[in-house]
């Protein structure tokens, strides 16, 4: 299949060669109601995690000309396991753009900003760049393309905080202020940056708007499955052959994935889970994992989530205790401390596993591990918490055997 | 207009009222932390959370709006797990030092703990986080952020109140702390109303630290006399000695209270507290001292003249004034007092530092007497030789009589108030120990209440002043407080 996304097309004559900002153009001459609509027929789905439908998201916004409103881009990639709006703007920054110039006139939004990952320097200075040109061209700036529409869009690099990809703690950053999650509602579509309107999508979800608009929703659609639309960055860690970044439509088994696209695992290395969708979403075992198809329904019914398509490959030579412990220092680390239970939840589940990643734990801190994760769930701001919980319990109830090794002493050592 | 049931009552609420607010006028409490009806909502410390049906998850109390056909459950199983559970989160890092915390006794985590949880701790105590202990943070206040549950009342107070905001979270997860900016302290003069926000002891009152266990404490409704707001405050005391003073939240004045009005519980077991009288400066007690100043009264016949004070009650400024009439018996006699009022801060803080400059009116009102400026211009004049008044009010017009050397008879409570020239000094009872009548900047008449006795032998000022006048010889029947307000027409 020809991907849509994944395209090396780095300069804008490279992108103007393959049709760039055709999309845009055509789009300057629909009304912005009829954009709305045809991404509403394409099933897009935001491809940031939350799969939250990208039209209904844009349709949100109080219609009409008065008061600012404004676009943002969640280019804040920091997802374990999960790397490609990177390889996107590295690779196809103008699909990027234009997206963003259509999805603007759509809703209203005179400006944009990409709120990029501070890590992410060479990134930004090819953004900067590729923004640069598309002014040059008249596809950025004051009154595009001879329509009236005028549209800014800035480049702005985060600080390095995990909690600025969470669109409200993203806003406020944006704006100046420490990042943490806002109370909702009132929701960004109603009050957002600076108090306005605003929408905010995921690189993937915006950089795949020009071709919805170039070849219609229903064509987009299509492409995926039921109510998962497109195709979808997967993006492989792991012991596999070709771990890398995939494009493959929706609904693709992800057996297909790991055993045609990424040449089966490294080595003779046995499979035994899969985080599917970046770290944040409940494991796989091994064997549901080669039985389920990769969209937004089939991920649900499986008892995970689709996520960022952050795939996390696991064999059988790796300890899930360790795996957890893992996580746990990572989401304890970032967690921002607002709300009592992640604060105090996140570095607690820490503390338990390292001590029985130690071999010093004891048979009752396993269902420790498991009611502290629960008492997280569904109990605060944003979705850090569950973030931490959700992985935390499915490990616990998927592999508890060895959690319980642990228990009586065993230790890895690695 | 919403209607709305919370378990199971039905309630009609305006719109934009949150469950938090609903629930109470049903008098069902919903337990809280970083919500205050005065401040912004944070909804943060997750202690409010509620089962509303058909919601996929609980929400918090404090943020959600009620909405037409709600059904809301606050003590669900599903609602008291999650409290226990926050509630244990929050005591995992928790020093527990409950005994030597000023705050226990009246600790949001101690009383939800009793109330909601009573559940053991499945902490391991040597894994507690540390975190800074005691240190000063302002002339009035301690902070020891291992007790902090980061519910940032403090914060959001500095921030919208006095819009001053020393304040910050530093720091980001379980690391989190309180801490001051760079080069402020807190010294906004409200600052002792972090103490009371603060609903565990991670600030508290330097003034009140280690001094007194709060359940011991008595609370006693007065008025607050540090200016012509006339704040409503309680007085926290216990065997007699006041520890401390707090608002008494009401609609017509007051949230909160300011740092100096708090201060004024001091003087009453000030060393200078006087328990005697004073004449030429020396110590003696109260019935010689009358019986002197009643002969100087008597030299002087004619040569006499009384100042009221806005310093004072109604009861004790009317005293005076029979004292003028009925005893004295001189035309000499001023309680005309005026000042520009008005809140001068925006918060609390009156433009007019006396309690009771609209009291005085009344009594101007029933017995006339001299405008300040004839009487002030009385006293230059030379005709006077004996002046009797108020150690504050004295200071109105202590140019003119020291200019004319006129000796003084002074109420004071305590040495430091009367001036060093006085003939006199006359000891009375303090407002924390004697009801009286005061009049605020918006015309509301308050009583203080006696909240401790006074000095063994001081009595009230108009008692004082009635004994003053049996001594010259003239009975005014002053035997209570009420009856010196005979006549009175507010």
């Not at chain 2, 100043?293 to 029979?322: F, M, Q």
């Not at chain 2, 008879?409 to 305590?414: D, K, Q």
């Amino acid at each position: 299949m020809e991907t849509i996304l994944l395209k090396n097309l780095p300069d804008i004559e490279a992108y103007f060669a393959c049709g760039g900002y055709k999309a845009l153009k055509k789009a300057l001459g629909l009304k912005p109601a009829e954009i709305i609509e045809e991404l509403k027929k394409s099933n897009l789905r935001g491809r940031g995690g939350a799969g939250f439908p990208a039209g209904l998201k844009w349709s949100f916004i109080p219609p009409g000309g008065q008061g600012q409103k404004y676009l943002v881009c969640n280019a804040d990639e920091g997802e374990p396991g999960t790397f490609k709006d990177r390889e996107l703007m590295l690779k196809n920054p103008h699909a990027l753009i234009e997206g963003m110039a259509i999805a603007a006139y759509a809703i209203g939004a005179a400006h944009g900003y990409i709120y990029i990952r501070g890590e992410f320097a060479a990134e930004t200075a090819l953004m900067n760049k590729a923004i640069a040109d598309a002014r040059a061209k008249g596809f950025i700036g004051r009154n595009v393309l001879g329509s009236g529409f005028d549209f800014e869009l800035f480049t702005h690099r985060g600080a390095g905080a995990y909690i600025c990809g969470e669109e409200t703690a993203l806003l406020e950053s944006l704006e100046g202020f420490k990042g943490q999650p806002r109370l909702k509602p009132p929701f960004p579509a109603l009050k957002g940056l600076f108090g306005s309107p605003t929408v905010i999508n995921n690189v993937e979800t915006l950089a795949a708007v020009p071709s919805i608009i170039e070849n219609g929703g229903a064509w987009y659609a299509a492409l995926g499955t039921g109510k998962s639309g497109g195709t979808k960055l997967f993006c492989v860690s792991g012991p596999v052959n070709r771990p890398g970044v995939y494009e493959l439509p929706l609904g693709t088994p992800l057996r297909e994935l790991l055993e045609v696209h990424c040449g089966g695992m490294k080595d003779g290395k046995k499979l035994k889970a899969v985080i599917p969708g970046g770290s944040s979403v409940p494991v796989l075992t091994a064997e549901e994992a080669l039985a389920v198809n990769l969209d937004y329904e089939a991920l649900a019914a499986a008892g995970s989530m689709l996520g960022s398509g952050g795939v996390i490959v696991i064999d059988d030579g790796q300890c899930m205790v360790k795996l957890l412990q893992v996580l746990a220092r990572f989401y304890h680390h970032e967690s921002c401390g607002q709300c009592t239970p992640c604060r105090e939840g996140c570095g607690w589940l820490e503390k338990v596993l390292d001590r029985l990643e130690a071999g010093g734990g004891s048979a009752g801190d396993i269902d420790l591990l498991y009611s502290v994760a629960e008492g997280m769930t569904g109990r605060t701001i944003c979705a850090l918490a569950d973030a931490m919980a959700m992985p935390a319990m499915s490990f616990i109830k998927k592999f508890r055997g060895e959690f319980e090794a642990h228990a009586a002493g065993k230790v890895c050592g690695n | 207009m919403p209607n709305l049931t919370i378990d199971g009552r039905s309630v009609e609420v305006p719109a934009g009222t949150t469950l938090l607010e609903a629930a109470q006028r049903l008098g069902i409490y919903i337990p809280r932390y970083c919500y205050h009806p005065k401040l912004s909502v944070s909804g943060s410390c997750r202690m409010c959370l509620v089962e509303v049906e058909k919601a996929p998850k609980l929400v918090t109390a404090c943020s959600t709006e009620a909405a037409e056909g709600m059904r809301v459950l606050t003590a669900s199983e599903k609602v008291r797990q999650a409290r226990r559970d926050v509630l244990e989160y929050l005591l995992i890092n928790h020093p527990l030092d409950c005994p030597i915390c000023d705050q226990a006794g009246e600790c949001g985590l101690q009383d939800y703990y009793m109330d909601y949880s009573l559940r053991k701790s499945r902490f391991e105590a040597e894994d507690k986080i540390l975190r800074q202990k005691r240190r000063a943070a302002g002339p009035y206040l301690m902070l020891d952020n291992e007790r902090c549950i980061l519910c940032t009342r403090c914060v959001r107070f500095c921030g919208e109140v006095t819009k001053t905001a020393e304040l910050e979270v530093m720091e980001r997860g379980d690391r989190s702390f309180i801490d001051l900016k760079e080069g402020r302290a807190l010294d906004n003069g409200y600052s002792l109303n972090i103490a009371d926000l603060c609903p565990v002891g991670a600030f508290t009152s330097r003034d009140f630290r280690f001094k007194a266990r709060a359940w011991f404490l008595k609370r006693t409704p007065t008025i607050c006399l540090g200016c012509a707001t006339g704040c409503e405050i309680e007085a926290h005391h216990y065997e007699g000695t006041i520890y401390r003073l707090v608002p008494h939240p009401n609609a017509e004045t007051n949230t909160w209270l300011c740092d100096h009005g708090r201060m004024t519980y001091k003087a009453v077991r000030a060393g200078d507290r006087l328990g005697k009288a004073l004449i030429r400066k020396g110590l003696i007690d109260l019935e010689p001292a009358l019986r002197e100043t009643a002969t100087r009264l008597e030299e002087a016949k004619g040569a006499a003249a009384v100042l009221g004070s806005p310093w004072l009650s109604v009861e004790d400024n009317a005293a005076l004034a029979r004292l003028a009439k009925d005893s004295v018996k001189t035309a000499n006699y001023c309680f005309d007092f005026s000042a520009e009022q008005g809140i001068k801060d925006g918060i609390l803080v009156n433009k007019d530092p006396a309690p009771n400059t609209a009291g005085t009116r009344t009594v101007k009102a029933l017995y006339g007497g001299l405008s300040l400026e004839e009487f002030t211009g009385l006293l230059a004049g030379g005709k006077i030789k004996i002046l009797i008044t108020e150690a504050k009010a004295y200071g109105l017009v202590k140019a003119a009589a020291e200019a004319a050397g006129i000796r003084l008879i002074i109420f004071a409570r305590n040495r430091g108030e009367a001036p060093a020239a006085a003939y006199a000094v006359l000891p009375y009872a303090s407002y924390f120990e004697t009801e009286g009548t005061f009049v605020n900047y918006q015309g509301l008449r308050r009583m203080t209440a006696a909240a401790v006795e006074p000095p063994q032998g001081i009595k009230p000022l108009w008692a004082v002043v009635n004994k003053l006048a049996s001594y010259s010889g003239a009975e005014l029947h002053l035997d209570s407080a009420p009856r010196a307000l005979k006549d009175m027409d507010f």
